[in-house]
């Protein structure tokens, strides 16, 4: 460890050269990392989405969104559990 330190004081501007390329090729390479490569900023999540034609949103939310929420519920590492039943209602537009 002495050897090195002796030539790192001995050598001043080989060794300043050496960090400045190390800095900018840390910094090139940092610009060039995909969006892949950092953390996803929030927790992951998976969305559900039933449907029933024929049931209103209360019969949905009994028969179908309470037992997927129940089982699920029973995941580890599980902190919130959001549900939520919706109906729908389209009407067609009359063209001309």
Request: charged residues 15%; contains cysteine.
């Amino acid at each position: 460890m002495n050897a090195l330190i002796a030539f790192s004081i001995r050598q001043r501007v080989l060794v300043l050269a050496l960090f400045v390329m190390t800095f900018v090729g840390g910094l090139i390479a940092f610009r060039q990392l995909n969006i892949e490569a950092y953390p996803e900023p929030t927790p992951p999540m998976v969305d559900i989405i039933t449907q029933s034609p024929g049931l209103s949103a209360e019969e949905i939310e009994r028969y179908i969104t309470i037992p997927i929420e129940t089982q699920t519920s029973a995941l580890r590492n599980l902190n919130t559990v959001r549900c939520g039943a919706t109906i729908k209602v389209r009407i067609p537009r009359q063209s001309g």
